[in-house]
């Protein structure tokens, strides 16, 4: 099951049943990179504001041409809806039968600071009013927390890495004495590996709070153990509706950056090296860490995602990251013989 197979069984209502058969051709990804050139444009029949429809809720616009084209040719009625000029009435937000929930936590890069919250209000609302969403409110909250996705985890009895929360530069002096190095510092609300760093020592740390640039605005920040991998790889494992769309292999070199689209920039770590990361399909992920994302994703609420964890050399299996804004790469699609959108 895809994608738009699980956007199928939803989209069966009393009113009607929309039916998505959709060619495969023209489902590369996600995330092509290919600019959406009329994002505000929907293909809505005119005064039916209520036909089963799905409305799209995203704020980069730079990652959803293939997914606007396809239900343009399946004939699924649908409109964008960017948070980065969308309004709505609180008790009225619900225009659609289906949403689908495509905000990334990195918004606040791309300057857009107040996307986050205005999709965490506008995801409320429209569950409030008994609307379906995938990928709602409580996935949503998860995936813009790394706290939060570390105390889901925690709970469920997995490995997750040692960490200490910090909103300032005080409160790092505050417990330095206490912590273990090296050691990495990244943003509770991550993405594309920004803000994040590798501290060597104690007097490494005292330097960096030095630099302004080294919290990001607004918001907290971690403190957490090196975990290393045995095979200097992650692994990340994606679901749809609970089923196992494919596992790979990210092989990042010399950045923090493990978003798999193709497009995606790369920030080094080391100036002057260039960055890269390799993704490789895993055919051969164990069952029982493929067991153990499920149930994170389970318990996450999470419709539509992927899980990472590292297994170090001493036998620890360490859950890392749960990530919402799932990405398919055309190569490992093709290497592992799945399209995540059917």
């Not at 055919?283 to 964890?309: F, H, K, M, N, T």
């Amino acid at each position: 099951m895809g994608v738009f197979a699980t956007e199928r069984a939803m989209l069966q209502t009393p009113e009607r049943e929309v039916i998505m058969e959709i060619d495969s051709s023209k489902l590369s990804a996600f995330e092509s990179g290919t600019p959406v050139k009329e994002a505000t444009e929907s293909n809505l029949p005119p005064g039916d504001e209520f036909a089963p429809s799905v409305g799209i809720v995203f704020e980069n616009d730079a990652w959803l041409s293939p997914l606007f084209e396809a239900m343009k040719t399946a004939g699924i009625p649908y409109e964008p809806i960017d948070v980065r000029t969308h309004t709505f009435d609180l008790l009225h937000a619900r225009k659609h039968i289906l949403y689908l929930n495509r905000v990334s936590p990195s918004s606040y890069l791309r300057g857009n600071d107040g996307a986050i919250s205005h999709a965490h209000a506008l995801l409320a609302s429209l569950e409030a009013s008994g609307t379906q969403v995938v990928n709602g409110s409580r996935s949503f909250r998860l995936e813009t927390s790394k706290v939060a996705q570390q105390l889901l985890m925690n709970n469920l009895g997995v490995d997750v890495p040692r960490t200490h929360v910090v909103s300032s530069c005080d409160a790092v002096r505050e417990i330095v004495n206490k912590l273990v190095f090296p050691l990495i510092l990244k943003p509770d609300t991550g993405g594309s590996g920004a803000f994040v760093r590798r501290i060597e020592n104690e007097e490494h740390l005292l330097t960096l709070l030095d630099d302004e640039n080294v919290f990001a605005p607004g918001h907290l920040m971690l403190l957490q153990e090196l975990v290393v991998s045995e095979d200097g790889a992650i692994a990340r494992v994606e679901f749809v509706d609970g089923e196992l769309l494919f596992a790979m292999k990210v092989i990042p070199q010399n950045t923090f950056n493990l978003c798999p689209a193709e497009a995606c920039p790369r920030n080094p770590i080391e100036e002057g090296v260039e960055p890269d990361a390799i993704f490789e399909p895993w055919p051969d992920v164990p069952e029982d860490a493929v067991a153990q994302a499920r149930e994170i994703l389970r318990a996450s609420q999470l419709d539509i995602g992927g899980v990472e964890w590292m297994d170090t050399a001493d036998g620890r299996r360490c859950f890392i990251d749960i990530n919402a804004t799932s990405v398919y790469r055309e190569d490992i699609q093709k290497a592992t013989k799945v399209n995540g959108f059917l």
